[in-house]
């Protein structure tokens, strides 16, 4: 897809053609524009660049994925390429691609292309998610009584009957506002409904003998009163917390993500 290059239109006012012109310029775009795998949001190339650079979280083992805040669906065209959920087409276009390298940043080497995928994705967000090949989708609030099970119906299957996940993503954001209070009580919010699903719904370390498995990756704002909850909720809980922030991810903007490995299951 061409980039734009002629002046933008009059009527555009000057403050959007500024956020328009650093947008076309943002190498992640440029990136998400040209890339084979055709990504839906500039997004996807947070989540490929945290799991390559803060320990790889999208492994083998993973059978079970819930993508909450998946819309437009970037995050989960990542998690179902990695799964192996992928068309023969893509397969094709990516197999003649000569940026070899991002193919095997997404896929391994091209001897290990499955045909059918592996596992359960579920994708939620408050927007239509398009179809992904693999991925569940679900529209919903999810911080609505109902969102946790419907989502964990969804997962259910004969080999997982309870529906477990063995790795949640949150890029959950509420629309900004500007408001700094009104943010972080969105962002708090978000960050607490998230964690109650963890604690019924993503597979304990006890469950598979596996010291890091059962992850969380959850999008936050900075501020103190996130810092606590970290604190407080996930770092006695998890073997280990670090906190993430990608170059994809906009540097004047205040989210942050924190990946969760070893899910104990709550001690306290
Ligand atoms: C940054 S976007 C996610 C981008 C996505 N990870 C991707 O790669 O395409 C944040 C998303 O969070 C969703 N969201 C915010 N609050 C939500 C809520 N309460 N329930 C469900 N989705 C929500 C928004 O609708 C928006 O699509």
Known sequence: MPLPTAPLSKSVPPSSRAWLASHFRDPYVKARLSHPAQFRSRS??????MHEQYGSFLTRDVQTVVDLGAAPGGWSQVV?????????AEMESLAEDKTRDAYEMLYGTKNEQPQRGRGTIVAADLLHIPPIP???????????????N????MLMSPSNPEGKADLILSDMAANFT????????ASLDI????YQFVKTNLRTVQETGKKYSGTL???HFAHPLLTQFRKESLEPNFHYVIFCKPDASRKG???????????KGVQR
């Open 44 to 49: 996807a190339f947070k989540l490929i660049e």
């Open 80 to 88: 179902a390429g990695k799964m192996g959920w992928t068309t023969e």
């Open 134 to 148: 693999g991925v569940r989708t679900l529209q919903i609030d999810f911080l609505s009584p109902e969102a946790g």
């Open 150 to 153: 419907l989502i964990r119906a």
């Open 178 to 185: 500007g408001n700094q209070a009104r943010d972080t009580e």
């Open 191 to 194: 960050c607490l409904a998230v």
């Open 217 to 219: 990756l959850l999008k």
């Open 253 to 263: 903007s205040a989210e942050g993500y924190w990946l969760c490995k070893g899910w």
